[in-house]
């Protein structure tokens, strides 16, 4: 392996867990990009992302830009991160859930050639998705949330577009019933990790090969947006169940009784057409609360109140008893 000198441009754990792989390779990371410090926890404490807390741990430069855009409205910014890409003098930046569009300059910067004529490998992507389906912000909740048997990851060479570049490796694995965004976001991190070293090795072989992704079959995964939380009872048990899945942990899928919210965290699917108004509590046992759907029946399993934390129900109705005959909105 030839080890290059890359900028490393992500911000979550998703995106931590391929800095660490690239730089436990032997690859120099000259720079960081990362988004800026924000509020979190209780007290509300600026906290560092999670591949700042990595580069700082291994004195590796940080810039937190809060826009690259040089006409934007932190123009500022964007120019001290230019001079600090133009100063890590990479080889190839490496993106991951950065949460900053990479305007044209980043692009044509990253495939300049070097001051003594050497290439550069431009802005790779690791996208957690089969591109071209599931482009956009949130691909591990929509496959989920869509019933996908399968998804992947995919290493793209960046363009302008959203998710459109060229694909330069691609491997799957399958989404099973368990899965939740939580279980299926770790499995695709650890394989995105693992195949962003791999494409680094095949650019400095020479032996990366773009394949022009197809005109069909492609979709968009937009933003997950807290309101989607609200479960409808009047859709079928697989939906509602896919998409309590779906949005563990986040925004947490959610029901209402008596003014109450209550998030769900798992269900499954139970056979039978209950003749009943949709989102009415069937049967209350240790195992779980039967609810009505469209022409099906939904077992909860694990609940939460607010201010409570989440408990399988056998302990969720010793606090809070429910009964057969109440209707969840």
């Known amino acids: 392996m030839q080890p290059l000198r890359v900028i490393f441009a992500g911000t979550p754990e998703f995106a931590r867990l391929a800095l660490e792989r690239l730089h436990a390779a032997?690859?120099?990371?000259?720079?960081?990009?990362?988004?800026?410090?924000?509020?979190a926890g209780r007290g509300m404490k600026l906290q560092a992302s999670a591949v700042k807390q990595f580069a700082l741990e291994h004195t590796?430069?940080?810039?937190?830009?809060?826009?690259?855009?040089?006409?934007?409205?932190?123009?500022?910014?964007?120019?001290?991160?230019?001079?600090?890409?133009?100063?890590?003098d990479a080889d190839?930046?490496?993106?991951?859930?950065?949460?900053?569009?990479?305007?044209?300059?980043?692009?044509?910067?990253?495939?300049?050639?070097?001051?003594?004529g050497r290439g550069r490998y431009?802005?790779?992507?690791?996208?957690?998705?089969?591109l071209p389906r599931w482009r956009g912000a949130a691909p591990i909740h929509r496959a989920i949330e869509a019933g996908d048997s399968h998804t992947g990851?995919?290493?793209?060479?960046?363009?302008?577009?959203?998710?459109?570049?060229?694909?330069?490796?691609?491997?799957?694995?399958?989404?099973?019933?368990?899965?939740?965004?939580?279980?299926?976001?770790?499995?695709?991190?650890?394989?995105?990790?693992?195949?962003?070293?791999?494409?680094?090795?095949?650019?400095?072989?020479?032996?990366?090969?773009?394949?022009?992704?197809?005109?069909?079959?492609?979709?968009?995964?937009?933003?997950?947006?807290?309101?989607?939380?609200?479960?409808?009872?009047?859709?079928?048990?697989?939906?509602?169940?896919?998409?309590?899945?779906?949005?563990?942990?986040?925004?947490?899928?959610?029901t209402v009784l008596d003014g109450e919210s209550i998030k769900v965290w798992s269900a499954s699917v139970q056979a039978g057409s209950p003749?009943?108004?949709?989102?009415?509590?069937?049967?209350v046992a240790p195992e779980g609360i039967a609810v009505a759907a469209m022409n099906s029946i939904v077992i909860l399993k694990e609940l939460q109140r607010a201010g409570s934390k989440r408990m399988p129900v056998a302990d969720f109705v010793r606090g809070f008893p429910l009964q057969a005959g109440q209707v969840l909105a």
């Open 60 to 88: 590796i430069p940080v810039a937190q830009p809060r826009s690259l855009r040089l006409d934007g409205k932190y123009p500022d910014d964007a120019v001290a991160a230019r001079k600090a890409i133009a100063e890590a």
């Open 275 to 283: 003749q009943a108004v949709f989102g009415t509590i069937l049967a």
């Open 153 to 254: 990851v995919t290493i793209m060479q960046m363009d302008e577009g959203l998710d459109t570049g060229d694909m330069l490796l691609k491997e799957s694995l399958p989404i099973l019933d368990a899965d939740t965004t939580a279980t299926l976001h770790d499995k695709v991190a650890e394989l995105g990790a693992r195949m962003v070293v791999q494409a680094l090795d095949f650019a400095a072989a020479g032996q990366l090969q773009p394949v022009k992704q197809p005109a069909d079959g492609i979709t968009y995964a937009h933003k997950i947006e807290k309101h989607e939380a609200a479960i409808d009872w009047q859709q079928d048990a697989e939906t509602i169940v896919r998409r309590v899945r779906a949005f563990n942990p986040f925004p947490g899928a959610s």
């Open 92 to 116: 190839v930046m490496v993106v991951a859930a950065y949460g900053l569009i990479l305007p044209q300059w980043v692009l044509d910067d990253m495939v300049a050639p070097h001051a003594d």
């Open 26 to 39: 032997g690859h120099t990371i000259a720079l960081v990009l990362t988004q800026p410090d924000r509020p």
């Open 122 to 130: 431009g802005c790779l992507n690791i996208h957690g998705s089969l």
